[in-house]
């Protein structure tokens, strides 16, 4: 494969940044180019120090701004984007200078409980108010609309009815954690050969 630089954006306390950063620690051809994370106060950015990771804090309103990603990703030669916890939408020129070089994690199975406002414990109040009995993760592409991309990998779990929101929580975050970074590494084998 050759050399592969991935970015990675997050809004939270980056868990699945951690884990896709430790997966291609060392990789012999895929290295974290850029963190780029909205939170202040995330958890990532000391693991970041720690590890020599380069990341920039930015504001909401950088993180809306077409130029502010795209000068970031060309500053770093930047190939592939990851979404790990991502809050804003994608601007749609990112989106075209990177066709199928964007990936997200949604906490649910697509096409369900998916878009605007759907996120992190929103979606799993919502899957146990339907009264699911499986839900899951979803893995796709990032195109022009929220949690519209082509579907890469689905991965699900059991609900049980005595599962709360806490514990339907932590039955997705295992799932994110165990599949994520192995799936975005199938991936790039795939693309970049």
């Not at 950015?45 to 077409?66: G, H, M």
């Not at 200078?97 to 406002?117: E, M, T, V």
């Not at 009995?133 to 082509?150: L, R």
């Amino acid at each position: 494969m050759q050399s592969v630089k991935l970015a990675i954006f997050l809004s939270g306390a980056g868990s699945n940044a951690r884990q896709i950063i430790t997966h291609f620690e060392n990789h012999h051809s895929v290295s974290i180019g850029l963190v780029l994370v909205t939170r202040e106060n995330s958890p990532v950015i000391e693991f970041c120090r720690d590890r020599n990771v380069r990341f920039i804090i930015c504001s909401n309103k950088e993180a809306d701004s077409p130029q502010f990603l795209l000068n970031a990703c060309f500053k770093f030669n930047i190939d592939f984007i990851i979404l790990a916890g991502f809050l804003r939408k994608i601007p749609i020129d990112l989106v075209r200078q990177y066709p199928q070089k964007i990936i997200n994690i949604h906490p649910s199975l697509l096409p369900k409980f998916g878009g605007p406002g759907m996120y992190g414990r929103r979606v799993h109040q919502a899957v146990l108010e339907a009264n699911e009995k499986i839900t899951g993760i979803t893995i796709h592409f990032v195109n022009e609309a929220y949690d519209k991309g082509e579907i890469i990998e689905q991965h699900s779990c059991e609900i049980s009815s005595c599962d709360n929101v806490d514990a339907i929580e932590e039955k997705v975050k295992g799932l994110e954690h165990s599949y994520y970074a192995p799936v975005i590494e199938k991936l790039l084998n795939v693309v970049y050969g």
